[in-house]
T-cell receptor, first 108, second 112 residues
Framework: KNEVEQSPQNLTAQEGEFITINCSYS?????LHWLQQHPGGGIVSLFM???GKKKHGRLIATINIQEKHSSLHITASHPRDSAVYIC??????????FGTGTRLQVTL | DAGITQSPRHKVTETGTPVTLRCHQT?????MYWYRQDPGHGLRLIHY???????DKGEVSDGYSVSRSKTEDFLLTLESATSSQTSVYFC???????????FGPGTRLTVT
């Protein structure tokens, strides 16, 4: 079992829909990261959080430390949100462990 | 963006040949990392550096070596490339271990 599990693996949504991507982890962590990988391959950090909730534009990330679970929400989704969203945790020895990603496609 | 470049961006090489990938950063970040990305796997750490001439192994370091002679440059060498090293390689930097990482554009390496 991977230390970081994401669900769903693939997600298709229509423009305007509210989207939720989930991340569960099995190890003790000091922080959790959400990253976005564009279709061209570039990877960008979206959030780093250790408790509660963070919001940036239409993106919201939450974390529940007790349940070892985080969610990434996208409100009013748009085709430009189409990307792979990657969850990662800062665990042992402060190294990052990555999930395999959730591929999101938003259609018109 | 942290001003991270990788070269080459694409490379095809033959089994058994040595290959060196370069990562260059302009942000003076202390930490630099090399990852590989393969279908069905998350990004996996190959090696990382915590300063000039200071490096350590990651989870998939076999067959790879690294060097960091200057703060801005981190080189990844495949000593004798194998087909299992066909992958996309990403360099990343951070100000401290466990902090937000900034990624380069990636290098697609094919070993035939």
């Amino acid at each position: 079992k991977n230390e970081v599990e994401q669900s769903p693996q693939n997600l298709t949504a229509q423009e305007g829909e509210f989207i939720t991507i989930n991340c569960s982890y099995s190890v003790g962590i000091s922080a959790l990261h959400w990253l976005q990988q564009h279709p061209g391959g570039g990877i960008v950090s979206l959030f780093m959080l250790s408790s509660g909730k963070k919001k940036h534009g239409r993106l919201i990330a939450t974390i529940n430390i007790q349940e070892k679970h985080s969610s990434l929400h996208i409100t009013a989704s748009h085709p430009r949100d189409s990307a792979v969203y990657i969850c990662a945790v800062t665990g042992t020895a402060s190294k990052l462990t990555f999930g395999t990603g959730t591929r999101l496609q938003v259609t018109l | 963006d942290a001003g991270i470049t990788q070269s080459p961006r694409h490379k095809v090489t033959e089994t058994g040949t040595p290959v060196t990938l370069r990562c260059h950063q302009t942000e003076n970040h202390r930490y630099m990392y090399w990852y590989r990305q393969d279908p069905g796997h998350g990004l996996r750490l190959i090696h990382y550096s915590y300063g000039v001439k200071d490096t350590d192994k990651g989870e998939v370091s076999d067959g790879y070596s690294v060097s960091r002679s200057k703060t801005e440059d981190f080189l990844l060498t495949l000593e004798s490339a194998t087909s299992s090293q066909t992958s996309v390689y990403f360099c990343a930097t951070s100000t401290d271990l466990g902090r937000e990482q900034y990624f380069g554009p990636g290098t697609r390496l094919t070993v035939t």
